[in-house]
């Protein structure tokens, strides 16, 4: 049986759902209402060093990286039945 730390994991994913919020919304400040379609996966998405872009795409670049840890780290943790 596998049981994930639901808190842990929940926290990841609020995270997440933060980071890539802020992120979206400066593409959008940036690049207008289809700048995440036009150039999310384009180095534009990454924004220059030091910019706010830049900023917020670490950030959910992090958040990504956790969560998805947390989601690979629970799936193959058996937990043996008492």
């Not at 926290?11 to 995440?36: F, K, Q």
């Not at 999310?40 to 900023?55: H, V």
């Amino acid at each position: 049986m596998i049981l994930p730390n639901l808190t842990r994991l929940a926290l990841t994913e609020a995270a997440l759902a933060s980071a890539d919020r802020l992120w979206r919304e400066e593409m959008h400040r940036i690049y207008g209402p289809d700048g995440v379609l036009t150039y999310g996966y384009a180095p534009e998405g990454q924004g220059g060093l030091g910019t706010s872009l830049r900023r917020s795409y670490e950030a959910r670049r992090v958040a990504v990286a956790l969560w998805r840890n947390e989601r690979h780290h629970h799936r193959y943790k058996a937990v043996t039945p008492c």
